[in-house]
């Protein structure tokens, strides 16, 4: 089991920035691949990020590119995500997730752990 724990989410305006972080604990970290999902109301969750094991490879959603930041601390168990420019199309629960299973990063069945959620919102 892994337990997932995400912090950092909170009102921002336009144009600002947030960090999130997500904090693992349980089986050994650096075996997992994570990644950054977000769903806002009404809406299916979506990917954003993701980051292999070893953080050599990231990939990241197109409505987010240049402008998000996957990065992963494999001492600290963490992974965070840094977010700036932010839209108020961005506002929507962030789910840290995390999985040992190679393939397409942004599918959402792949992660086999997934953590409760911290609320991002944007206003304009």
């Known amino acids: 089991q892994v337990q997932l724990v995400e912090s950092g989410g909170g009102l921002v305006q336009a144009g600002d920035s947030l960090r999130l972080s997500c904090a693992a604990s349980?089986?050994?970290?650096?075996?997992?691949?994570m990644g950054w999902f977000r769903q806002a109301p009404g809406n299916e969750r979506e990917f954003a990020a993701s980051?292999?094991?070893?953080?050599?490879?990231?990939y990241y959603a197109d409505s987010v590119k240049g402008r998000f930041t996957i990065s992963r601390d494999n001492a600290k168990n963490t992974v965070s995500l840094q977010m700036n420019s932010l839209k108020p199309e961005d506002s929507a629960v962030y789910y840290c997730?995390?999985?040992?299973?190679?393939?397409?990063?942004?599918?959402?069945?792949?992660?086999?752990?997934w953590g409760l959620g911290t609320q991002v919102t944007v206003s304009s």
């Open positions: 997730a995390a999985t040992r299973i190679d393939g397409t990063p942004s599918r959402l069945d792949l992660y086999e752990y």
């Open positions: 349980g089986r050994t970290f650096s075996n997992y691949h």
């Open positions: 980051i292999s094991w070893s953080g050599g490879m990231t």
